[in-house]
T-cell receptor, first 109, second 114 residues
């Protein structure tokens, strides 16, 4: 099955800094999504991005499917960005999603 | 409903008891997933329902775990003879049957087995 890795495992930033989170996957995927789990445990879907680039406010994501990686960019970080960021991949439509181990982000005021 | 609803939000039980966890997906969503998350860990896949197809049960950790989905909507995850290692947050997610749709999660059920 698909293997999903994320780096770095932990990241501490000062408010206002920028960051890049990486997700590597072992096989071709048709569905790649990024999630933010807030400190209260709720998982919020940030992006559906099997390929290409998308932007939503201070967040953007890029997936290079041929090289099997995806990047999540956070610009001008805020304390509310703290939490764990997961990427999840599905090999094919109709199959379950495999989650990476997550990147724990702490943004300090 | 507006979002994925899970109940109860918290469940404390004694070792050896059976528990049932409920998930009500977003209206019209045909795909439903159960995941488990232990404290400070990632998400572990349990089971996946897609429409009327046979469910993918490949993630269920033992035969004490089972799940059903009635009428293609509400799902119940049952854990029999609970063990302390079953303590975790159980998360449910749903998505539509269209190919390029996002996964939406409920708030989870925190299960504590004493």
């Amino acid at each position: 099955g698909i293997q999903v890795e994320q780096s770095p495992p932990d990241l501490i930033l000062q408010e206002g800094a920028n960051s890049t989170l990486r997700c590597n996957f072992s096989d071709s995927v048709n569905n790649l999504q990024w999630f933010h789990q807030n400190p209260w445990g709720q998982l919020i879907n940030l992006f559906y991005i099997p390929s290409g680039t998308k932007q939503n406010g201070r967040l953007s994501a890029t997936t290079v499917a041929t090289e099997r990686y995806s990047l999540l960019y956070i610009s001008s970080s805020q304390t509310t960005d703290s939490g764990v960021y997961f990427c999840a991949a599905s090999y094919n439509y109709g199959q379950n999603f495999v989650f990476g181990p997550g990147t724990r982000l702490s943004v300090l005021p | 409903g507006a979002g994925v609803s899970q109940s109860p939000s918290n469940k404390v039980t004694e070792k050896g008891k059976d528990v049932e966890l409920r998930c009500d997906p977003i209206s019209g969503h045909t795909a439903l997933y159960w995941y488990r998350q232990s404290l400070g860990q990632g998400l572990e896949f349990l089971i996946y329902f897609q429409g009327n197809s046979a469910p993918d049960k490949s993630g269920l950790p033992s035969d004490r775990f089972s799940a059903e989905r009635t009428g293609g909507s509400v799902s119940t995850l049952t854990i029999q003879r609970t063990q302390q290692e079953d303590s975790a947050v159980y998360l449910c997610a749903s998505s539509s049957d269209r190919r390029f749709e996002k996964l939406f999660f409920g708030s989870g059920t925190q299960l504590s087995v004493l």
